[in-house]
């Protein structure tokens, strides 16, 4: 029951880094806990990053693992999505979604989407 917007896609070189934001619009988050998504042609929505509603703890796909960090400022009712070590098979389209309850890493543990950002990386 939120409205999320995505920012922050653009396109960066292999070893790169691009810093993501989602805003909720409308209504606040900061009781809820938020992940990260991404999708790539032809290939399933995948969990990429999560964290508490607190922000005390968080959890990545092994893919990005030391890579990315996942926060969040409740205050600006936005989640962020720092990603650094770019490889190209980052590629994709990256959306944020509010869990339905508490921390979680599958599609259907997640209620409200973002439309999605586009993030390429080169070679």
């Known amino acids: 029951q939120v409205q999320l917007v995505e920012s922050g896609g653009g396109l960066v070189q292999a070893g790169g880094s691009l810093r993501l934001s989602c805003s909720g619009i409308?209504?606040?988050?900061?009781?809820?806990?938020m992940g990260w998504f991404r999708q790539a042609p032809g290939k399933e929505r995948e969990f990429v990053a999560a964290i508490t509603w607190s922000g005390d703890s968080t959890y990545y796909a092994n893919s990005v693992k030391g890579r990315f960090t996942i926060s969040r400022d409740n205050a600006k009712n936005t989640v962020y999505l720092q990603m650094n070590s770019l490889k190209p098979e980052d590629t994709a389209v990256y959306y944020c979604?509010?869990?339905?309850?508490?921390?979680?890493?599958?599609?259907?543990?997640?209620?409200?989407w973002g439309q999605g950002t586009q993030v390429t990386v080169s070679s």
């Open positions: 979604a509010r869990a339905r309850f508490g921390l979680a890493v599958r599609v259907a543990d997640y209620g409200s």
């Open positions: 409308g209504r606040a988050f900061s009781s809820y806990a």
